[in-house]
């Protein structure tokens, strides 16, 4: 087999990368947070779809081209892959780059369950290679000062974790996005994975939760929904901590993406802090007894993930947070470092998926795994 072990590769000075799936994602995230990160080449797209490639390969240059993956994998010379492809086929695409010793970045949620994650996870770590979850909104200056605050125990004793997600996308069609088969869930895995792992960054574990999932389309412009646009959870945490999240596709004339509502709210001992997403640079805070939140500012240096080569003064910040992700991946690469957030942080929030899903079908408390 064209088989290398990333174990024996000196740090790369020029860090070869593969896309999988050329979509939406790829396009407005990988690619540009790549193109930032020096001594870093794109040198091989796959997607399965030929037009789709076709136009990546117009827009980008790069002349390997593939529209399957395993011919990308056998190629000695890329080192790291981005697979950016439906949910159905994160798993078998990235056992395959593992076995390939491959680095490796997936897109969230990692797989369909718990068990395939934990496969991908435990596979990645055998083989040596780096792999990280594509929990892009960890990359959020505001978040990552907030979790620098509470590590710092601001916060005090842990009380109330509390997110809420509304969009407005009413009854277009979603595409593989609302097919049970290719998606695994609606609403749950594709905007409230995100907020699983905020909680799991701010408060720690899971331990046992109760969920619901509703489903208010079965169509949506004619096309069979089987999936989920709302669903909540109400969780317990180890420490003792309790949980509410929420999120919905169907919030009427809330708007989409950085210009609706994405709420997280942390009330500990000593403190309460408010985190939303669209005020990248702030957060409110509030004392215990005081007299009610003010707005404290992210200091500059977490403007920026450290070391990162973008310029936190150029761009729409509420785009560019993303492209910190990319050189996440390349610098845990070259560090030989495991990256932050990796397979095992994406593994954590698939189980309290899996468990959410085993809630609302049983109606009762499930443990998480
Ligand atoms: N981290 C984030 O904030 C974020 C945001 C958007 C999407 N996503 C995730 O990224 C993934 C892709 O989402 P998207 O919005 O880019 O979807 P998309 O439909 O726009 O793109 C997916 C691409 O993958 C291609 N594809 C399908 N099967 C393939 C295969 N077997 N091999 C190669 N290519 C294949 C499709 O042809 C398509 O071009 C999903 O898992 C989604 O949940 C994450």
């Avoid at 680095?103 to 792999?131: I, Q, S, T, Y």
């Avoid at 509420?318 to 994406?346: K, M």
Wanted: charged share 25%; hydrophobic share 40%.
């Amino acid at each position: 087999m064209d088989r290398h072990n990333p174990q024996t590769m000196p740090p790369a000075n020029s860090l070869n990368v593969a896309i999988i799936g050329c979509g939406g994602i790829t396009l407005q995230n990988h690619l540009p947070g790549l193109a930032l990160c020096p001594d870093v080449k794109v040198v091989a797209l796959c997607d399965s779809d030929a037009s789709t490639l076709e136009r990546a390969r117009q827009q980008t240059g790069v002349t390997i081209t593939s529209t399957r993956h395993e011919d990308i994998m056998k190629r000695e010379d890329v080192h790291a892959v981005i697979i950016a492809t439906p949910n159905f086929t994160h798993a078998p695409i990235a056992l395959d780059a593992i076995a390939h010793g491959k680095h490796v970045l997936c897109e969230k949620p990692l797989a369909l369950n718990h068990a395939d994650v934990k496969e991908m996870a435990e596979a990645a770590d055998r083989a040596g290679v780096r792999h990280l979850t594509a929990f892009t909104y960890r990359f959020v200056p505001a978040m990552r000062y907030l979790a620098h605050l509470i590590q710092r125990g601001e916060l005090g004793q842990p009380y109330h974790f509390r997110s809420c997600r509304l969009q407005d996308w009413g009854t277009r069609p979603l595409g593989w996005r609302q097919v049970r088969k290719l998606a695994g869930t609606g609403e749950l895995g594709d905007m409230l994975s995100h907020r699983i792992d905020f909680a799991h960054l701010l408060v720690g574990p899971m331990k046992r939760l109760v969920a619901n999932l509703k489903q208010w389309h079965p169509l949506r412009s004619g096309q069979p929904n089987d999936l989920d646009d709302w669903v909540a959870i109400l969780a317990e945490f180890q420490n003792g901590a309790t949980g509410v999240l929420e999120s919905s596709k169907l919030a009427s004339g809330r708007n989409e993406s950085w210009r609706s509502l994405d709420y997280v709210e942390i009330n500990g001992s000593e403190r309460s802090f408010v985190f939303i997403t669209g005020e990248w640079n702030k957060l409110q805070t509030g004392k215990v007894g005081g007299p009610g939140l003010e707005t404290i500012e992210v200091p500059r240096e977490f403007w920026k993930l450290p070391g990162a080569p973008r310029d936190s003064s150029q761009g729409d910040p509420l785009v560019t947070f993303r492209y910190d992700q990319a050189w996440e991946f390349v610098d845990a690469i070259r560090n030989q470092r495991p990256c932050i957030p990796s397979f095992h942080e994406g593994a954590r929030a698939q189980a309290v998926m899996d468990a959410a899903v085993k809630s609302a079908e049983s109606r009762s408390w499930v443990d998480v795994e």
